[in-house]
C-alpha cells in the first residue's frame, strides 16, 4: 500500500496537502461523471506541471487502425478508441497581467473535496503569486445528474494582500489528443466555431466514425454584492475561443465566475442544428441559474444514495471505499441509453480504449441489477442484442457458420476491436458470460420479456458457437475445447480450460431448456424463433448431445479440476514464496516465463465455482480454492471481489475482508500503482459483488432471495439494500441479529441461513 495521501471519511473523498507528485493520480480519484460524460479532475486554470487532461462523451469513439508487427488473418482493422473531447471547463485567471499557475506559484493551502453524497467536487486553495500577491481560490464543479448535457462551475476569486486587476478568460478548447493513439492521427475534424459575449461553441465532427459534436459555454461574471458585469473581449484562434471579463478587485472582494458547459452530439440531435440546439440549452440553463441545477443535481443523488447505499458501522476505510465503489458506478452508467455500455475506466482515463470488455455481464450487470429498476440491467442485455449481427460476423471471419456468434472481447460497435491473438481468438468464454446474463437477469426479476423478445436468438447463436468450437477427440472420446484463454490470461493457448469448458457446457444445456419452456409456454413466440433463426429439433438435440460428452479435466490425486490439461506439469511453487520484488510478475517477468509459471492472474476455475455456485458441494468448493487460491497473485483488479466471495461462503472472515478491503480501496489505496492511468470501474461493482453476495450471502435458489450474512470482527454492522420485483428490500446485520425492512405491498418468502422466512410489508 502506498503512503496514504487522502484522508478517511465516511461520505468524502478529501486531499489535505499540496503535493505536484500527487496531481495525475488525483485528477483520476476526484474524476466527475453522470452517464453522458464525464472528465477527470483537472484543474480550470492553466497548470504548466505533470497532468493528463481528459473529457469524454459516451458512445463518441474512432476506430484507431491497429498496429501489430504481423498481422494475422481475421485481426480486427481497429482498436475502438473513446475520444478525449474538446474541453470547456478551461478559465485562463490573470492577476495584474500574470496568469497563475500552482506549478509556479507559493502554495499556502490547498484541498479538495470530492463529497460523493451531494455530487459535487470543491477545490480550495491559496497561493502566493511570483509577483507576490496572495489570492484566494473556490472552486466548485458537477456534471448534471438531471440535465445529462450540461455541466456547472463556480469560480471565486479573492485577493488578499492587496487590490489587484483581474481578468478571467473562460474558454473553450479543442486543441486535445488521445495518449492512447495507435498513430498519432488526428481524430477531430474542425466544422465551424461561434463565439459571442453570451454564448461560445465549437462544431467538430470524428474523422472515420463522423460523430458530430458541439462543445459549448455560456458565462455570468459578478462581484459580491454586484450585478453581472458585461464581458470586455472575446478571441478565437484555430480550436480555442474564450470570453474575458475583466474587474479592478479590492482585497478582501470575491469575483465569481459562473460557467455552464458540455456537449451535444449527433447520437441525439441532427448535425446541422447542434449549435443553435445548444444555445437554447444554454440560455435555458442559466435561467435556472447554477444553484437551482445544484439543487436539482443533488435530489438525483439523494434518490440514488437511497436505494443503492450500503452503510458500514465500525470501519470507516471500508465506508469510504465501498460508497466511491458505488459512487463510480453511477457516474458511469445511468441505464438509460442501450447504445452506451461501461468501459473498465468509466469516463476516467483511456486505457483499454473505453471499450466494452466481458466484465459487464460477468461483474457490472449484478450491481445494476439490484440497485436500478430493471429497464437499466435490460439495456445491458439490449447492448449486446444490437450487435448480433455484428457477433455472427466476427465469427464467419474466423471460419464459423450457419448464424453461430462470437460476441467481441472488445468493442464499442459489435465488431472486434481486441488486436492481442491471444485474446481476440482464444478468450472465447466471453461468449458464456453473456449466456449467462441474460439467465441471471431473468431468474433475478422475473422478466422474461427480453428472453422472448431477444435473448432467445443471442442464445441460440452462443449454442451454435460452442457446437462448432467444440471438437471430437477419438482419444478421449470426449468433446475438447483446444487453444483457448481463460479468465487466467497468464496462461494462453491452452487446451480444456475447465472454466471455459463448463460455462459451454451449461450454454448448450441452457438455450435448450429455455427453447422447450418457449416452445410450451408461448408456442408463438417459439415457431416464430424457429423460422428467423432455422433452428430444428435435430440441431437442438445435437447441443445437448455434446453438453453430455465435453471432456473435463481431472485430478484423481487432489480431487480437483484441472485448469487446464497440463497444469500439473508446471513448478508448483506457491505465490508467497514469490521474491516480492519481483512482484507484479507483468512488469517484471517475460511473458514466456508468466506462461510456463502455475500463477493465476485472477479467479479461473474459482469464476465457475462463483458463478455456479449450487452446482456443486461446499467440500468441493473448500478443496478447489485451498489447491488454486495460493498461486492466485491478483495482478487483475477483478481478482480480489470473486475470492471475497468464497472466502466468505466458507466462513473465512479474515482472509474475506482482506480481499474485500483490496477491492474497495483499489483506486483510493493505489495498491497496483496504476490510479494515473484511471479508475478500475468494472472492478468497483465486483466490490459491490464482495459486499453483498459475500458479507450479505445473497444467491438467488428455487425462485428465492436467500441470504447468509456473515459480519466480520472488526465491524459492528452493515445494511444493504436491494431492487427485488418492483420494491426495495434492506438488510442489516450486526452482531446480535438479522433485519429487514421490505417496501413491496406482499409478504415476501425468502431463505435465511437456508431456513424459511416471510418479511412482511415495511
Known amino acids: 500500500m502506498q503512503e496514504q495521501y487522502l484522508k478517511i471519511d465516511p461520505w468524502k473523498i478529501i486531499e489535505q496537502e499540496w503535493n505536484p507528485e500527487k496531481v495525475i493520480a488525483s485528477e483520476s480519484i476526484f474524476s466527475l461523471g453522470n452517464g453522458t460524460m464525464g472528465m477527470r479532475g483537472n484543474f480550470e486554470e492553466n497548470y504548466s506541471g505533470n497532468t493528463f487532461q481528459g473529457s469524454y462523451i459516451g458512445g463518441i469513439y474512432y476506430p484507431d487502425k491497429t498496429k501489430v508487427g504481423w498481422w494475422k488473418n481475421g485481426y480486427p482493422e481497429f482498436f475502438a478508441k473513446v475520444l478525449n473531447a474538446p474541453s470547456w471547463i478551461g478559465i485562463d485567471v490573470r492577476v495584474d497581467g500574470e496568469s497563475i499557475d500552482l506549478a509556479t506559484a507559493t502554495v499556502h493551502n490547498f484541498q479538495r473535496i470530492l463529497d460523493m453524497q451531494k455530487g459535487c467536487y470543491n477545490r480550495n486553495f491559496e497561493i502566493t503569486t511570483p509577483a507576490g500577491v496572495r489570492l484566494q481560490v473556490s472552486t466548485t464543479r458537477f456534471l448534471s445528474l438531471k440535465r445529462t448535457e450540461v455541466g456547472a462551475i463556480k469560480y471565486a476569486v479573492t485577493p488578499i494582500n492587496q487590490n489587484i486587476d483581474l481578468e478571467l478568460c473562460s474558454y473553450l478548447d479543442g486543441i486535445i489528443v488521445n495518449q492512447d493513439s495507435n498513430w498519432d492521427n488526428p481524430f477531430w475534424k474542425p466544422l465551424k466555431q461561434q463565439n459571442s459575449p453570451s454564448f461560445s461553441a465549437l462544431l467538430n465532427r470524428t474523422n472515420k466514425s463522423a460523430f458530430g459534436v458541439c462543445t459549448f459555454m455560456t458565462n455570468t461574471f459578478e462581484v459580491a454584492g454586484g450585478s453581472p458585469l458585461e464581458p470586455s473581449t472575446t478571441t478565437a484562434s484555430d480550436e480555442r475561443i474564450g470570453t474575458h471579463f475583466s474587474q479592478s478587485l479590492a482585497a478582501g472582494s470575491t469575483a465569481t465566475l459562473i460557467k455552464l458547459g458540455g456537449y451535444l452530439t449527433t447520437l441525439n440531435h441532427d448535425e446541422n442544428a447542434l449549435i443553435d440546439t445548444a444555445q437554447a440549452l444554454a440560455t435555458q440553463s442559466m435561467k435556472r441559474g447554477f444553484d437551482t441545477l445544484l439543487e436539482e443535481h443533488q435530489k438525483a443523488w439523494a434518490e440514488i444514495w437511497n436505494s443503492a447505499d450500503i452503510q458500514i458501522e465500525g470501519d470507516v476505510a471500508a465506508q469510504q471505499g465501498i460508497r466511491f465503489n458505488i459512487f463510480q458506478l453511477n457516474q458511469t452508467y445511468s441505464g438509460s441509453d442501450a447504445r452506451l455500455n461501461i468501459g473498465p475506466k468509466g469516463f476516467t482515463g483511456e486505457k483499454y480504449g473505453g471499450s466494452t470488455y466481458w466484465d459487464t455481464e460477468a461483474y457490472c450487470l449484478p450491481f445494476y441489477m439490484a440497485t436500478k429498476p430493471p429497464e437499466v440491467a435490460r439495456n445491458l442485455l439490449k447492448y449486446r442484442y444490437q450487435h448480433l449481427d455484428k457477433a455472427i460476423e466476427n465469427a464467419e471471419k474466423l471460419g464459423f457458420s450457419n448464424g453461430a456468434a462470437l460476441f467481441p472481447m472488445v468493442t464499442m460497435n459489435g465488431e472486434e476491436c481486441h488486436n492481442e491473438w491471444e485474446i481476440t481468438f482464444q478468450e472465447i468464454h466471453r461468449n458464456g458470460a453473456i449466456a449467462f446474463a441474460i439467465f441471471n437477469y431473468t431468474r433475478y426479476t422475473g422478466d422474461h420479456s427480453f428472453l422472448l423478445e431477444m435473448g432467445l436468438e443471442v442464445l441460440i447463436a452462443i449454442a451454435r458457437f460452442w457446437a462448432q468450437r467444440l471438437s471430437w477427440s477419438t482419444q478421449k472420446e470426449k468433446y475438447v475445447m483446444l487453444g483457448v484463454t481463460g479468465p487466467n490470461e497468464y496462461e494462453n493457448n491452452i487446451d480444456n480450460n475447465w472454466y471455459t469448458n463448463y460455462i459451454a457446457q451449461w450454454c448448450l444445456l441452457y438455450t435448450q431448456e429455455q427453447l422447450e419452456w418457449v416452445a ?120 480480489y471481489c470473486i475470492h471475497a466471495v468464497i472466502a466468505a461462503r466458507l466462513n473465512r472472515m479474515d482472509e474475506a475482508y482482506d480481499f474485500y478491503l483490496r477491492s474497495a480501496r483499489l483506486d483510493l489505496d493505489d495498491y497496483n500503482k496504476e490510479v494515473e492511468e484511471g479508475l478500475h470501474t468494472t472492478s468497483m461493482a465486483g466490490t459491490w459483488i464482495s459486499m453483498v453476495e459475500g458479507f450479505g450471502g445473497l444467491t438467488f435458489e428455487n425462485n428465492s432471495l436467500s441470504l447468509r450474512p456473515k459480519l466480520p470482527d472488526c465491524w459492528e454492522s452493515f445494511t444493504f439494500k436491494i431492487q427485488f420485483r418492483g420494491a426495495v428490500l434492506q438488510v442489516h446485520q450486526s452482531k446480535e441479529q438479522t433485519k429487514f425492512h421490505w417496501g413491496g405491498d406482499q409478504p415476501l418468502s425468502i431463505l435465511l441461513h437456508d431456513k424459511p422466512l416471510t418479511v412482511s410489508p415495511s
Open 520 to 639: 410450451r409456454t408461448h408456442p408463438e413466440v417459439h415457431a416464430e424463433c424457429i423460422t428467423k433463426m432455422g433452428v430444428g429439433e435435430e440441431e437442438c438435440q445435437q447441443w445437448g448431445a455434446i453438453a453430455g460428452a465435453i471432456y473435463f479435466p481431472i485430478s484423481e490425486e487432489h480431487g480437483i479440476f484441472l485448469q487446464q490439461d497440463n497444469f500439473l506439469e508446471k513448478e508448483l511453487i506457491p505465490e508467497n514464496q514469490l521474491n516480492p520484488k519481483e512482484r507484479p510478475l507483468n512488469q517484471h517477468w517475460s511473458w514466456d516465463r508468466i506462461l510456463r509459471s502455475p500463477y493465476i492472474k485472477q479467479a479461473d476455475v474459482m469464476q465457475g465455482f462463483y458463478m455456479f455456485a449450487s452446482h456443486f458441494t461446499e467440500e468441493e468448493l473448500e478443496r478447489h480454492y485451498d489447491f488454486y487460491e495460493p498461486f492466485t497473485v491478483h495482478e487483475s483488479s477483478l481478482s
